[in-house]
C-alpha cells in the first residue's frame, strides 16, 4: 500500500470544490434577491424558492431576476 492515507482521494476534493461552489452560488442569489427592489412578499417567495431548490433554484433567480436600467450615458 503506497498511498498515503492522510492525503485525500481526487474525487473528494473534486465533490469539496463543487460543494463550495454551490454553496457560493447559494448566498450571492440570496445577497442578490435581497438587495432586489421587488416587493417583500416576492423576495420572500424567491428566497424559499433558492433555499428549497439549492441548485436550481439560484440559477432560475439570476435568469429571471428584473434587470436594471441603465441609466447611464448611451
Do not use: H, T
Not at 14 to 36: D, F, H
Not at 39 to 48: G, N, T
Amino acid at each position: 500500500m503506497s498511498e498515503n492515507p492522510l492525503l485525500p482521494a481526487a474525487y473528494d476534493v473534486i465533490w469539496s470544490g463543487v460543494v463550495l461552489l454551490l454553496v457560493v452560488l447559494l448566498i450571492w442569489a440570496m445577497v442578490s434577491i435581497a438587495r432586489s427592489g421587488l416587493d417583500a412578499r416576492v423576495r420572500l417567495v424567491w428566497a424559499i424558492i433558492v433555499l428549497l431548490l439549492p441548485v436550481v433554484g439560484p440559477i432560475c433567480w439570476f435568469v429571471a431576476r428584473p434587470q436594471k436600467e441603465n441609466g447611464g450615458l448611451s
